[in-house]
């Protein structure tokens, strides 16, 4: 019954320009089902995250969260207490995380495509130019980019391959959408700005020791070490097929560092 009703609400979700066929709404509601699936499994990534969101020094008027998504990993109602003001910024807001937003005076949802290419990507004008756009909610803020840095190039290239773009292509559009984001993060002009994010995907195949290792931020190298770091079990022996098991190497900074 629940994939009915998500279903559903998919089909009567805003989402920013472009998101919509790009399968932004569509992904929304799919991680929603594998996190009941996987409760268990995701239960230290949530742990860790809510534990950094919350650890975070208070510095400015407001938090701001990107890529909050369905709010799975968000202590929303204790940040709420915390801060005058939370704001949480996706391509995606479906209705539960609306709903707990607005049970809530001071948190407010804004729909933002950060890369700045989406519509571009959508009316298919081939590789777009990054261009992050203007955050002023960032201004006397701390700003949070929450397990979104490896996943902005992970729908667009889906997209780009089914326009024959080479894989040189991709990858260096893949490349400029994770540096963009880096620096574009840096440039705010915010009190603090802090990153949460997977930078290597482990690949377990059942019966053999071999393990694929991938770099979840095609090349982009990041100057300082974590202050925090843990394993996200995503997708436990059975979720992708019986013999393949997925597991990240997630990463956080209160401070985003430079690039390399």
Do not use: K
């Not at 290597?200 to 053999?208: A, D, E, K, M, Y």
């Amino acid at each position: 019954m629940s994939v009915v009703v998500d279903y559903l609400m998919s089909l009567f979700t805003p989402s920013a320009p472009g998101a919509r066929r790009l399968g932004y709404v569509g992904e929304s509601f799919a991680i929603r089902a594998r996190e009941r699936r996987q409760r268990a499994a995701w239960s230290l990534h949530r742990a860790e995250t809510q534990r950094f969101l919350n650890d975070l020094p208070r510095d400015g008027q407001r938090l701001v969260l990107l890529g909050s998504g369905p709010l799975l990993d968000v202590p929303l109602e204790a940040l709420s207490a915390r801060w005058p003001e939370v704001v949480l910024v996706d391509v995606v807001h479906a209705r539960p995380a609306r709903a707990r937003a607005a049970a809530l005076p001071n948190v407010r949802c804004i729909m933002l495509d950060v890369t700045g290419c989406l519509s571009a990507l959508d009316e298919g004008r081939g590789v777009p130019t990054p261009r992050p756009p203007a955050l002023p909610e960032a201004r006397d803020a701390t700003v949070v980019s929450l397990n979104l840095l490896s996943q902005l190039p992970i729908l667009p290239l889906e997209h780009l391959a089914g326009l024959r773009v080479t894989e040189a292509q991709g990858e260096a559009f893949a490349r400029a959408l994770v540096e963009g984001h880096v620096r574009w993060l840096r440039g705010l002009g915010a009190a603090r700005a802090a990153l949460v994010s997977d930078v290597c995907r482990r690949w377990f195949t059942r019966g053999s020791e071999v393990v694929e290792v991938e770099d979840a931020l095609h090349g982009v190298r990041l100057a300082a070490e974590p202050d925090r770091a843990w394993a996200w079990e995503v997708a436990p022996w059975g979720e992708i097929d019986a013999r393949t098991r997925l597991t990240l190497d997630v990463q956080a900074w209160f401070d985003v560092p430079q690039l390399m």
